[in-house]
């Protein structure tokens, strides 16, 4: 159920008629042109209002002032029924009166996909004003975001929205927040369990080969990192990740591993995740053999660039 506010729209021929519908209601059938003039005759008699003194002095009218809430039950009907994406103009129809976006239109050939009638050549404008006057809340809203945007920019939004939540990585903490809230969260709640570190420095960690999951905060912005560790046949696939919302940049950092006298140094870039996952990602995972190990723990030097 998605609760959205509509305001004035554009019709493609000016904007919407401002003035009042009252003020805009022809004369009755039965009401001759005489009554009419009667009317205004006796107008005479009255003392003259300006039309714009009908709202006090220092009043405005603005189309926020005509804005009314709706609740949508299925907000599936704002999207096209084809590709399932948010309908944006122009929207297309049938004669049958099935409508779809241009893209769909233009990949199906231009035949409608529920009757096969031809659709792409008349613009479905009762959709389009629809679209064009609604504006929603994000639904990031009650973890800060104060957005209000036209349907059609949704998923665009949500793609870039920084209150997009995201979970604790601390084990059995279920809180759920933007990363700014989360990362106040875990310096107060669970700063002891993660390690502390401060960007373009390298700093030590001793890793377990069975070790799954190491979390790191920077000290200064408290941007929360995860090292996840994953054990194979001929080593430990390593990699960071950091947690914040998509439209957060990553990170590249350098892993700096020795063993008898050897050296390894491994080069990647931080993927963003939203919580704690397990999940390996396809690319951007080190592999350290497993010689490197030797009783089972390895010492390794980090350094995350700023």
């Keep these: ?13 000016g904007p919407s008629n401002r003035i009042q519908k009252r003020h805009r209601i022809e004369p009755e059938d039965g009401e001759s042109s005489t009554t ?8 005479d008699h009255q003392p003259k209002i300006a039309e714009h003194d009908e709202n006090p002095v220092g009043s405005v009218t603005d189309d926020k002032d005509r804005s009314i809430s709706v609740t949508i039950t299925d907000p599936d009907v704002l999207d096209c029924c084809i590709c399932y994406e948010p309908l944006t103009a122009p929207v297309f129809q049938c004669e049958n009166g099935h409508i779809a976006c241009s893209n769909c239109c233009a990949r199906l050939g231009n035949k409608c996909a529920m009757c096969s009638m031809p659709i ?39 793609k870039e929205c920084k209150f997009l939540p ?32 401060a ?25 929360l990192f995860l ?5 194979e046949l001929l080593g430990n696939l390593i990699h960071i990740t950091c947690i914040g919302p998509k439209s957060k940049r990553g990170f590249h950092y350098d892993i700096l591993a020795r063993s008898q006298g050897s ?41 995350v660039k700023s």
């Design 199 to 223: 960007y373009d420095k390298f700093f030590t960690i001793f890793l377990n080969s069975d070790h799954k999951t190491i979390v790191l905060q920077e000290k200064n912005d408290a941007n």
């Design 1 to 13: 159920m998605v609760k959205i506010s509509l305001g004035g729209y554009d019709d493609g021929e």
């Design 36 to 43: 009419q003039k009667e009317h205004r005759e006796g107008d």
């Design 263 to 303: 050296s390894l140094i491994l080069q990647s870039y931080t993927k963003i995740v939203q919580g704690h996952s397990a999940d390996a990602p396809s690319t951007g995972m080190l592999l350290i053999p497993s010689d490197f190990f030797g009783s089972g723990q390895i010492k390794l030097d980090i350094r």
């Design 120 to 158: 792409g050549y008349n613009r479905c404008r009762a959709i389009e004003k629809v679209l064009e006057s609604i504006k929603i809340s994000c639904l990031n809203a009650k973890y800060g975001c104060k957005h209000m945007f036209c349907y059609s920019k949704k998923n665009e939004h949500e």
């Design 166 to 197: 995201c979970l604790c990585p601390h084990s059995g903490c279920d809180f759920l927040a933007s990363s700014e809230e989360l990362s106040l969260h875990f310096r107060h709640r669970h700063i002891h369990s993660g390690i502390q570190f």
């Design 227 to 231: 090292i996840h560790n994953n054990h």
